[in-house]
């Protein structure tokens, strides 16, 4: 039986780990579409899977990793034929589902969305899980009244996954943004991805009055904890936060003022179990009006054998943009 190299997280000895190994087809989880795999990527999360840093993979050995795009190979569902480009995010992959980190993946046909037209097997795994969350985070906004005309918009953990994606969506869509970021030798880089401001989170005055001066109209937030406190504190009136990471703590002590008075809207985002329709028209959006037109820029091609190194530079936060991992 033919075999490939896949990327399997193991529990050993208390242990979470994981390492390159030879598999099969059989030894995959079950589903109707098959896909020789021609990128993944690499997020927080998989990061926190593939080293036991969070309690993420509910099964062992799984093979890792959340995102993956490639042709189809064999499908027996109606709606996808041999070469189709296609791409899987979220639901259970690389969680309770063998994932992306391997050069053949079998998942259920509902997971799986075409290409959009405009975007390469490259770009859709560039943007991968981290991108599509800053996609849906601009496009909840909207929905709740966001436009360029409110005024400016604030990304939060900037260089990251999430941030240096969604830094690119909000410029193309027309947006001031400023760009937060604790390093501060990225702020040329920043800039480069359309930022038209960017704010150290070194030396920040954060404050600690229940209201602060309003700043921002809309902000785009990876990080949580005391930053996100801090946005509640700092928005416009009827200004919206689109919150979906915790890099920066899980609590969030603010006061019930900003919502009642200011009218502050928190939306949280999540990429995982978004329903197919939503699915589909945001990723469609990111082949358009959203396009990130530096993916290439802020994209680092990896091997399946160099995934250790980059969970540790995630789990460190010094990541920048995103590690795209190639077959």
Request: hydrophobic content about 45%.
């Amino acid at each position: 039986m033919e075999t490939f190299h896949a990327f399997r997280v193991f529990e050993e000895a208390g242990k979470v780990g994981g390492r390159v190994v030879d598999a099969t087809l059989d030894e995959l989880s079950p589903g109707e579409v098959v896909i020789h795999a021609a990128y993944s990527s690499v997020n927080y999360k998989d990061a926190l899977a593939g080293t036991g840093a969070g309690k993420i993979i509910r099964r062992f050995p799984l093979v890792g990793g959340i995102d993956v795009s490639g042709t189809v190979a064999s499908s027996t569902d109606a709606r996808f034929r041999d070469g189709d480009e296609v791409l899987v995010t979220g639901y259970d992959l690389g969680v309770a589902h063998d994932g992306g980190y391997a050069q053949v993946v079998r998942v259920p046909a509902e997971w799986v969305v075409r290409v959009p037209s405009g975007l390469s097997l490259f770009d859709v795994m560039a943007i991968g899980t981290a991108g599509f969350t800053a996609a849906l985070s601009v496009a909840a906004m909207e929905l709740n009244g966001l436009t360029p005309a409110s005024g400016p918009v604030i990304v939060t953990g900037a260089t990251g996954g999430v941030g240096s994606v969604a830094v690119q969506c909000l410029a193309a869509r027309g947006y001031r943004v400023t760009a937060l970021t604790g390093k501060d030798r990225e702020h040329e880089f920043l800039r480069s991805l359309g930022a038209t401001a960017v704010l150290s989170r070194n030396g920040l005055q954060m404050g600690t009055r229940p209201l602060e001066k309003s700043l921002w109209a809309g902000a785009v937030d990876a990080v949580g904890g005391d930053t996100l406190a801090w946005l509640t504190r700092t928005m416009m009136y009827d200004g919206c936060i689109a919150n979906s990471g915790l890099t920066g703590g899980t609590d969030l002590h603010t006061t019930v003022l900003p919502f009642i008075l200011r009218g502050v809207k928190l939306l949280g985002i999540d990429s995982v179990m978004c329903p197919a329709a939503r699915r589909q028209d945001v990723w469609r959006r990111l082949a358009t009006d959203m396009r990130p037109n530096g993916l290439k820029t802020i994209a680092t091609e990896i091997g399946l054998e160099q995934l250790p190194d980059a969970f540790a530079t995630l789990l460190k936060g010094a990541a920048r943009g995103r590690f795209v991992v190639r077959f």
